[in-house]
């Protein structure tokens, strides 16, 4: 497979993607934002540009450099604070989840999980009272100490801390929790307290680090035509706790973005006037187009991303190219753009149509 791909060079500049989200102006050049890339992925990149000749496997800091590489390499100006797994904040123990053995995409990585809806560990006062809740104190932070003294010169790291609504709703399962919200609405508020304070900790605690730019999590709270709670249930038990952790990286000046998969239109003028997000991730042609957000949205908050990922998966390189340039002539002007998939860099991407999406944003001239 020949290596024609980002040969234009591209060095990180965290300052103007800040500016660029923060709509201060049409930016320079294209900057790019996903939620994560799959590890096959980004395994992928480092075979192909043969990165890892660049590092030294026995350094005890080998996997924090190999992903800073990877994201320094590829044009990104900030990469995950996590840097490896397993993840740096304490999960929530949940139902076990359901395996589709017969959705094997990519060999690497076996079978695909999926989120038991019936029944999750909390049903019951005693089981409240009974969970072990996740203790922020015993955070692993290494990495982001690492990160403090040794990141790239003009790179940040952004963490997740959103999830109020997905690890509610896995705390009960969705059946449950629809059953619950109207049988035992005060068991349904002490969870998702008990969850939103957890975040709000996670999130003051990463924004007490220089390294760290910005919040950017996920919270999938739609599905194809709408919300897959009432409106009313998210402004009260989830969008609160969005709006503390915005104060907090406003205060520590700190950006915020939530990757919400599926139509969560009824949201978006709380979570812009409310809330006050800097950006909203993840689009679908189907939903909405990545350029119809922008026309409706991006005089008042960032979009991310939008490349859809069916598009992404099956289009050829010219078809890539043109969607590329018709969504930057239309992103791009003023800021408030980046460019990036629809929702994730999973692994059943071509790694080439990845990289040309990225390759022609490097080209891109308005």
């Not at 791909?5 to 800040?18: C, G, I, N, Q, S």
């Not at 500016?19 to 192909?48: C, S, W």
């Not at 999830?163 to 002490?190: H, R, T």
Request: net charge negative; with cysteine; proline share 5%.
């Amino acid at each position: 497979m020949p290596n024609n791909l980002l040969t234009k060079p591209v060095e990180p500049d965290f300052e103007a993607l800040r500016n660029n989200i923060l709509r201060k102006g049409t930016p320079t050049r294209v900057h790019y934002m996903e939620l994560y890339q799959d590890n096959e992925i980004k395994d992928a990149v480092v075979a192909r540009y043969d990165l890892e000749n660049k590092l030294d496997k026995n350094d005890k800091y080998y996997r924090y450099q190999r992903e800073v590489l990877i994201q320094k390499f590829l044009g990104y100006d900030i990469v995950c604070g996590a840097l490896e797994p397993p993840v740096i904040y304490p999960n929530f123990i949940t139902a076990p989840k359901s395996q589709d053995t017969t959705a094997i995409i990519n060999q690497n990585r076996g079978e695909r999980i999926w989120a038991n809806e019936h029944q999750g560990p909390i049903q019951t006062w005693e089981d409240f009272e009974k969970y072990q809740w996740p203790d922020v104190n015993k955070l692993d932070l290494s990495s982001l100490d690492w990160a403090n003294k040794n990141l790239e010169p003009n790179m940040k790291v952004y963490l997740p801390t959103h999830s109020i609504y997905e690890l509610g709703s896995a705390l009960f399962g969705y059946e449950q929790l629809c059953y619950k919200m109207y049988d035992e609405p005060e068991l349904v508020d002490a969870v998702f307290a008990k969850v939103g304070e957890n975040r709000l900790k996670l999130a003051e605690v990463y924004c007490d680090y220089d390294c760290v730019g910005m919040l950017f999590g996920g919270d999938d709270m739609g599905f194809k035509t709408g919300l897959l709670m009432p409106k009313q249930f998210l402004l009260e038990k989830v969008l609160p706790w969005y709006k503390k952790m915005a104060e907090v990286a406003h205060n520590k000046n700190k950006l915020i973005i939530l990757h919400s998969c599926g139509n969560i239109e009824p949201l978006m003028d709380s979570l812009i006037n409310e809330v006050k997000l800097d950006g909203r991730h993840s689009f679908e042609d189907v939903i909405t187009p990545v350029t119809e957000a922008k026309r409706l949205y991006g005089n008042r908050i960032a979009i991310i991303g939008g490349i859809d990922m069916n598009f992404i998966c099956t289009a050829t390189e010219s078809e890539i190219r043109k969607r590329v340039r018709q969504t930057l002539d239309i992103c791009q002007p003023g800021g408030g753009y980046c460019l990036g998939t629809g929702n994730t860099v999973a692994n059943y991407i071509p790694l080439e149509n990845y990289l040309i999406m990225l390759d022609e944003g490097r080209k891109y001239t308005s």
